[in-house]
């Protein structure tokens, strides 16, 4: 079992710590905060689903229907420039500052649905959970064990990531930090969906 859990926990956290939309926002609620544990459950969860239906033997679904890799490129693109902008002009305006007092601002409802469109209109989400993981499961003795391999790393690295984002906020108790982290999520945000759209 242990033969096959590591690879699937190994290969699972290269795949994540690449930095991308969940992994920018879940650091921007954590920073702030914000429903972090929901947040980062979720992240969790939609992983450990994407992952299953790979382990599974779904990652053929894009042989089966044609036209879904271009709606998600497309839709997801569109999503990744939108979200872009809001960040953008969130660093323009700037005057964001860290809240400690257990103020919150948006809406446990709002970040949910922000982050399930992050996770499933993103292409590259399947590509590298349901695909790629799926497809090296199998080349395992014990696909299960594997699976719960990739599931785990997925689970410890969206709460570390989560609850160690606090360990910076003295650093972003200054309005200059949020606007360069909004700046970069922004660029980080349009150049995931100029690759979707230019390859």
């Known amino acids: 079992m242990m033969t096959s859990f590591f690879p699937g926990f190994a290969l699972s956290l290269t795949l994540i710590l690449a930095i991308g939309a969940q992994n920018a926002f879940v650091l921007r609620q954590g920073l702030r905060r914000e429903h972090v544990f929901w947040v980062c459950l979720t ?31 497309y839709g997801g693109a569109a999503f990744l420039i939108w979200y872009g902008w809001l960040n953008a002009r969130s660093a323009w305006r700037g005057g964001e500052m860290l809240d400690t007092g257990g103020v919150t601002t948006q809406s446990l409802r709002r970040a949910i649905l922000t982050l399930l469109g992050l996770t499933f209109l993103n292409p590259h989400v399947y590509l590298d959970t349901v695909v790629l993981l799926g497809s090296i499961s199998a080349q395992y003795p014990d696909r299960l064990a594997f699976g719960t391999g990739a599931v785990t790393a997925s689970f410890c690295f969206f709460f570390t990531l989560g609850y160690g984002a606090r360990l910076l906020a003295p650093l972003f108790a200054k309005p200059v930090s949020w606007q360069i982290l909004d700046a970069l ?14 390859g």
Do not use: H, N, Q, Y
């Not at 033997?57 to 229907?65: H, W």
């Open 43 to 73: 992240c969790a969860a939609c992983d450990a689903l994407l992952i299953a239906a790979g382990v599974a033997g779904f990652g053929a679904l894009s042989e089966a229907l044609p036209w879904f890799e271009t709606v998600m490129r």
């Open 185 to 198: 999520i922004a660029l980080t945000m349009w150049a995931i969906a100029a690759k979707l759209l230019f």
